[in-house]
């Protein structure tokens, strides 16, 4: 496929896992799958855990019929074993209001798994948080007002109060699909306020359009590591994937959040961290040139594994080193 201008690149920094080749797509699923993607990952009670998006059932024209999370387990981040079951379906969650769950984050904060995600709801989208002690029921802690979601939580406590990043979607007052990336304070997981802006869409230069929480934050000596998704639109680029008329390009950016105060910035970097390049990011899949980043997980030698969904298709891993990542927003 041409390139999409203006021209993005990856950062120099990253190395993708088998050359770009997927970590997990529908093959490595015990039951119907098409598109398995935008997973969140961590490491929970001495395995690499990953829940994944499975949407199947493509209408032909622009949607899937069905969206379900799945598990697998894995003990090196690389070799996946898939649970045999859907771990969450809409069926699953049992309140007639919810159409669809997706996007699932995950954070491992004193022994407990936490996982972040979005429902759509026949009255608006909203940003969930739940635990789970197995990968087969959740306890779900809280539920956004409309129209919320990407959220991911730190994995530990700040000031005392826990802390998540958000992505409201106001569509009156910033003039349509310009939205940006916020962050809330709880004392219990389940009343959530003290909210505030930490970066708008117009300051990253390479999203026009939207930005939002990626992988949960990682602490390292510099700061709050922090991925998140940045979006860019141009309506002359004609129809990519099998979707009938998708025009975006998604990039993963990084940026370094005040330890003390995550709502303060303390680097930002300028280029996009990860953008679309390789075969499974611009040419296969449902919608071509996403990269969305939902897992990261930090290794005692310094690699940060970067776990993304490529082209809303399949999961593919990148790897950084840590000092290397905190570098560029500084
Ligand atoms: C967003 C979400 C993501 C998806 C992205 C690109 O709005 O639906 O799950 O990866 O669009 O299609």
Redesign the pocket.
């Known amino acids: 496929m041409a390139r999409m201008l203006p021209e993005l690149f990856s950062s120099s920094v990253i190395t993708r896992w088998g050359a770009g080749e997927p970590v997990l797509s529908k093959r490595n699923i015990p039951y119907e799958a098409e598109c398995v993607?935008?997973a969140g990952v961590a490491k929970y009670q001495g395995k690499y855990v990953m829940v994944f998006?499975n949407d199947y059932q493509f209408d032909g024209v622009g949607g899937f019929g069905r969206c379900v999370l799945g598990a697998a387990f894995s003990d090196d981040g690389v070799s996946w074993s898939v649970r045999r079951k859907p771990f969450l379906t809409v069926e699953g969650l049992n309140d007639p209001e919810i159409t669809r769950v997706?996007?699932p984050r995950l954070t491992v904060m004193d022994g407990r798994c936490y996982m972040c995600f979005a429902v759509d709801t026949r009255h608006g989208l909203r940003g969930g948080i739940a635990v789970t002690e197995d990968f087969e029921s959740v306890d779900i802690l809280s539920l956004s007002a409309p129209d919320n979601r990407n959220m991911v939580l730190f994995p530990e406590k700040i000031g005392g109060m826990y802390m998540r990043l958000e992505r409201p979607m106001p569509v009156y007052s910033r003039g349509g699909n310009r939205f940006d990336l916020w962050a809330s304070r709880s004392p219990d997981l389940r009343y959530w306020g003290d909210t505030s802006l930490v970066l708008a869409v117009e300051d990253v230069y390479y999203a026009n359009d939207k930005i939002g929480p990626g992988a949960p934050p990682i602490r390292t000596k510099e700061g709050w590591l922090t991925l998140f998704h940045a979006v860019d639109i141009d309506h002359s680029r004609g129809k990519n994937g099998w979707e009938t008329s998708w025009q975006?390009r998604?990039c993963a950016g990084v940026m370094l959040l005040d330890l003390e105060d995550p709502t303060k910035i303390r680097g930002l970097y300028r280029e996009p961290l990860i953008a679309p390049e390789t075969r499974y990011e611009t040419d296969d899949g449902f919608?071509t040139n996403?990269i969305?980043p939902g897992g990261m997980i930090a290794e005692n030698d310094g690699t940060v594994k970067i776990y993304y969904?490529a082209s809303?298709t399949v999961e593919c891993l990148a790897t950084a080193h840590v000092d290397d990542l905190i570098r560029l927003c500084l």
């Open positions: 993607f935008n998006r997706y996007d975006k998604y919608r996403v969305f969904g809303d």
